[in-house]
C-alpha cells in the first residue's frame, strides 16, 4: 500500500522559514502525476497550498494558492522520492496541519483534482 509520511513542521516565529518533506514509498516519477500539499486550520476546510504535476516527457508546472505566492516552493526529489515544501516569511495564518497527497493519473489541473493518497500531515505553527 501506499505510505506517504511527512516531516519537518514545528512552530517557528513570523518571518521564519520550514521546509516540510514528504517521504512516499513508491517511486515518484512512475506512480504519480500529480503530488501537493494541503493544509486545514482549526475551523477551516482543508486548502490546496501549492502541487507539482507532470513528468518528464511533458515537463512540470507548480501551482500555488495566491496567498503564498512568492514565499513557498514546491519541489520534489525523484531519487529519493520525498515530495517538499519550502516555507519561507511564514506568517501566523500559515498555521495550520499540513498533508502531502499524490494521484497516480493524469488531469488537467493538479491544484483541483481529486487526490487519493495522504499523508497523516505536520502541524506547523507560527506566532507573531
Known amino acids: 500500500r501506499v505510505q506517504m509520511v511527512e516531516s519537518g513542521g514545528g512552530s517557528v516565529q513570523a518571518g521564519g522559514s520550514l521546509r516540510l518533506s514528504c517521504t512516499t514509498n513508491?517511486?515518484?516519477?512512475?506512480?504519480?502525476?500529480?503530488m501537493g500539499w494541503f493544509r486545514q486550520a482549526p475551523g477551516k476546510e482543508r486548502e490546496a497550498v501549492a502541487t507539482?504535476?507532470?513528468?518528464?516527457?511533458?515537463?512540470?508546472?507548480?501551482s500555488y494558492t495566491d496567498s503564498v505566492k512568492g514565499r513557498f516552493t514546491i519541489s520534489k526529489d525523484a531519487m529519493k522520492n520525498i515530495l517538499y515544501l519550502q516555507m519561507d516569511r511564514l506568517k501566523p495564518e500559515d498555521t495550520a496541519m499540513y498533508y502531502c497527497?499524490?494521484?497516480?493519473?493524469?488531469?488537467?489541473?493538479?491544484?483541483?483534482?481529486?487526490?487519493?493518497?495522504w499523508g497523516q500531515g505536520t502541524q506547523v505553527t507560527i506566532s507573531s
Open positions: 497527497a499524490a494521484a497516480p493519473f493524469w488531469a488537467p489541473d493538479c491544484f483541483t483534482r481529486q487526490y487519493l493518497f
Open positions: 513508491r517511486p515518484t516519477e512512475s506512480s504519480f502525476y500529480c
Open positions: 507539482l504535476g507532470g513528468d518528464t516527457r511533458t515537463g512540470y508546472t507548480d
